[in-house]
């Protein structure tokens, strides 16, 4: 009976939401047809300000935002505060895991000779892929977040290829530390040259070059490398056996 | 520069990032950060602060008026007694009280929807590890779900707000909500609604409070009691003056959502024999008052609500805590006459308790004379009848608790024969002085209540819509 009134319940709350959904958003058209007042026109048009222009990859140059993803210029220059507050939420959860698991004793696998060989070959690479999409997170789909958990899967896949794991996670926790803080001082940075917090106070440069779109790809930087030590601190967390009265 | 608000933010951030590798000055950190926030707070021009350089509704925007201002200096200020009051626990929990601070900052500052869904993210993830503190992980479990349920609603009530009005700017959002037809902005209302009911205790969804509020430590317990339940009682005054539009249906969910809250809360207390416990269902009801007076339209009682209840479980939560961790228990057989070994205490204690109440010269019966007052206003006469009888209630389990707690009968008898029960260590001499000046705050603003609310009152641009209650009576 329990079950049944759940059941119901969530149908009830399913068929409210999609109703609600259907109503609100518009998934059938492209953003340049879409009500020309709505704000998420001016993010796609990098033309917040006002300034105007067409966009030209490879010649514009100098534009607000400056990056080529969309994306990148909403999650990290228009709004880059929230990712502030993702990725303190990202640190919290990391130490939490620290702060339940991390008294706990360090289990050790025993990996085959394939895997062992593999690992030192993959994941090496894998960290440089890693390292790779976070620089390009302004031009090219990606970023610090799923640059970081690449670095990350590739600590994990080094320590499912090896008997023994380093227990010294010290220069993990020091990465994540520094980055985070160069993160809040690169918003005071702005703060005291351009005015507010965490506003772009470098040159934006042309549209699609590796080194443009101001502070962006710094931010993207920290934030991988942030995600990356993180993560691979949790997964190492994770490999400890919990001692839990 | 200097003088930005943007600091309440970055600098606990800062410092809980820096804290992870300086574990030797951590606890000093906390302390330098709040008492930098003090001076930051008194210091930063009130107004809106753009965040990014992109002005609203593009860029994110923190609103730092005096509603903000009331509510941030009540949490600094609590906090920081709060800590040195449970110096040691709160030593292994330092970096997650710095970060709980920027996040609780940025959840009474924000004016904008989603930054807002991010902060309450950040704070509940922090309210969750430190109900870890309490030892029993399956109430954290309990909790943890319950929390990140509503979470979900109000991200997919801020979903659909975006889609409906296309901005999510919170300050003057109401006005855009109202103007769509009633079908559409039923369903995102009562989802914004859901996603805070679980941090506003409220029924049916308080039953992680009891257990977490239930079994709290001297840490754990005025945290949650004292800084999180106020700063989510703001945040929701906040929503319901410039988000939520009420229709019949939401109003009168929510209205018997916190009727039933508070009475329910407080019958609960009543029957409780276990001091922590009859605190835990206090606080759900008391929570269940306030949130009463802001969907009323009554902010004004609901802010004294809030500072009154906030002051007096710092106080009520730090001594029963601490007797509890002395005693070993904290049903009403172990502790009967324990005041009559810390008098100290057992005065704040009452102090509190007193105020809670709502007796005559203490800040709870002005805020409660206020809440009545304003209600009937309203022309609802009901309302105000269930608060008086309720407040019955609340009284009879009070005085039964501080009979019992200074009661010296047997145990006087014995102790002044020097047989039982052995008088224990509770605090140190800095934990009294902690709790006795909470305790003086508290009994100042009830001596001269009018005095701390034209102070409160003075510079108030963005307050000018509230309406202060009872103003005729009182001036």
């Known amino acids: 009976m329990k079950k049944l009134v759940s059941l119901f319940l969530i149908l009830v709350l399913a068929f409210f939401l999609t109703t609600a959904l259907d109503q609100g958003l518009d998934f059938w058209h492209s953003p340049s047809q879409l009500d020309a007042f709505?704000?998420?026109?001016?993010?796609?048009?990098?033309?917040?300000?006002?300034?105007?222009?067409?966009?030209?990859?490879?010649?514009s140059k100098n534009l607000e935002s400056g990056s080529a993803n969309i994306?990148?210029?909403?999650?990290?220059?228009?709004?880059?505060?929230?990712?502030?507050?993702?990725?303190?939420?990202?640190?919290?959860?990391?130490?939490?895991?620290g702060?339940?698991?991390?008294?706990?004793v360090r289990t050790t696998l025993r990996s085959g000779f394939i895997l062992k060989t593999a690992a030192k070959m993959v994941a090496p690479l894998m960290l440089l892929t890693g390292i790779y999409i976070f620089t390009h997170g302004h031009l090219t789909p990606g970023g610090g977040f799923p640059g970081g958990s690449m670095m990350a899967t590739a600590f994990l896949l080094h320590y499912f290829g090896s008997d023994t794991v380093k227990s010294n996670l010290k220069?993990?926790?020091w990465i994540e530390s520094t980055a985070g803080a160069l993160y809040i001082l690169l918003g005071l940075a702005g703060l005291?040259?351009?005015g507010s917090f965490l506003q772009n106070f470098l040159p934006t440069g042309t549209l699609g070059h590796l080194v443009s779109a101001g502070i962006i790809p710094l931010v993207y930087v920290l934030v991988g490398l942030k995600v990356g030590s993180e993560v691979s601190g949790i997964v190492a967390d994770f490999s400890k056996t919990e001692v839990v009265s | 520069m200097m003088g930005s608000i943007i600091w309440l933010i970055a600098l606990p951030l800062l410092a809980a990032f820096v804290s992870v590798v300086a574990q030797t000055y951590q606890y000093g950190l906390l302390v330098v950060t709040l008492l930098m926030n003090l001076l930051v707070l008194f210091a930063a021009p009130q107004g809106l602060t753009i965040i990014g350089g992109y002005e609203p509704p593009f860029g994110i925007s923190l609103l730092f008026d005096q509603y903000a201002l009331i509510a941030l200096l009540l949490i600094q200020v609590l906090l920081l007694l709060i800590i040195v009051l449970a110096r040691p626990l709160a030593k292994n929990y330092t970096p997650v009280i710095l970060v709980m601070l920027a996040g609780l900052n940025g959840m009474l500052l924000t004016n904008d929807l989603f930054n807002l869904f991010v902060m309450i993210e950040i704070v509940s993830i922090a309210a969750f590890i430190l109900s870890t503190a309490n030892g029993k992980l399956t109430h954290t479990f309990h909790y943890l779900i319950l929390a990140t349920v509503s979470g979900v609603f109000f991200l997919l009530g801020t979903v659909l707000v975006y889609a409906y009005t296309g901005i999510l700017v919170v300050q003057g959002l109401m006005m855009r909500l109202a103007s769509l037809p009633v079908a559409l902005?039923?369903?995102?209302?009562?989802?914004?609604?859901?996603?805070?009911?679980?941090?506003?205790?409220?029924?049916?969804?308080s039953s992680w409070a009891k257990n977490i509020y239930g079994q709290a430590n001297l840490l754990t317990g005025p945290i949650f009691a004292a800084v999180l339940a106020p700063a989510f009682g703001f945040v929701f005054g906040r929503m319901m003056n410039e988000v939520i539009v009420l229709h019949s249906l939401t109003g009168y969910t929510l209205l018997v959502m916190a009727i039933s809250t508070f009475v329910l809360g407080e019958l609960a207390a009543y029957r409780q024999t276990d001091l922590l416990k009859t605190l835990a269902f206090s606080s759900i009801g008391q929570s269940g008052l306030a949130v009463m007076m802001f969907t009323l339209g009554a902010p004004w009682a609901g802010i004294l609500l809030l500072i009154n209840n906030a002051l007096a479980k710092s106080i009520l939560y730090g001594v029963a805590t601490g007797v509890t961790a002395a005693y070993g228990n904290a049903s009403m057989g172990v502790l009967k006459g324990v005041f009559y070994h810390h008098r100290l205490l057992g005065v704040a204690f009452s102090l509190a308790?007193?105020?809670?109440?709502?007796?005559?010269?203490f800040l709870g019966f002005f805020a409660k004379v206020s809440a009545v007052m304003a209600i009937f206003s309203t022309g609802l006469i009901w309302v105000p009848v269930i608060i008086l009888l309720t407040a019955i209630v609340e009284g009879a389990y009070v005085m039964r608790w501080l009979l019992q707690l200074w009661s010296p009968a047997f145990e006087g008898y014995l102790a002044s024969k020097k047989?039982?029960?052995?008088?224990?260590n509770v605090f140190s001499a800095q934990q009294i002085l902690v709790v006795g000046v909470l305790a003086v705050i508290l009994f100042t603003m009830g001596l001269m209540p009018q005095r701390f609310v034209d102070a409160l009152q003075k510079t108030q641009p963005a307050m000018a819509q509230y309406e202060m209650v009872g103003q005729g009576e009182q001036q």
């Not at chain 1, 994306?71 to 895991?97: K, M, N």
């Not at chain 1, 702060?99 to 706990?104: A, I, K, N, P």
């Not at chain 2, 047989?419 to 224990?424: A, C, D, M």
């Open chain 1, 171 to 173: 220069p993990l926790k």
């Open chain 1, 38 to 59: 709505r704000m998420s026109n001016a993010f796609v048009q990098n033309d917040v300000l006002g300034e105007g222009g067409a966009l030209v990859f490879g010649e």
């Open chain 2, 419 to 424: 047989e039982l029960p052995q008088k224990r």
């Open chain 1, 192 to 194: 005291f040259v351009a």
């Open chain 1, 71 to 97: 994306v990148t210029s909403i999650v990290v220059d228009y709004r880059s505060f929230d990712t502030l507050g993702e990725i303190t939420v990202l640190f919290l959860s990391a130490l939490g895991v």
């Open chain 2, 353 to 361: 308790s007193l105020s809670l109440v709502g007796i005559p010269l």
């Open chain 1, 99 to 104: 702060l339940l698991m991390g008294s706990g």
């Open chain 2, 185 to 205: 902005s039923l369903i995102p209302m009562m989802l914004l609604i859901f996603g805070m009911a679980v941090e506003l205790k409220l029924v049916p969804v």
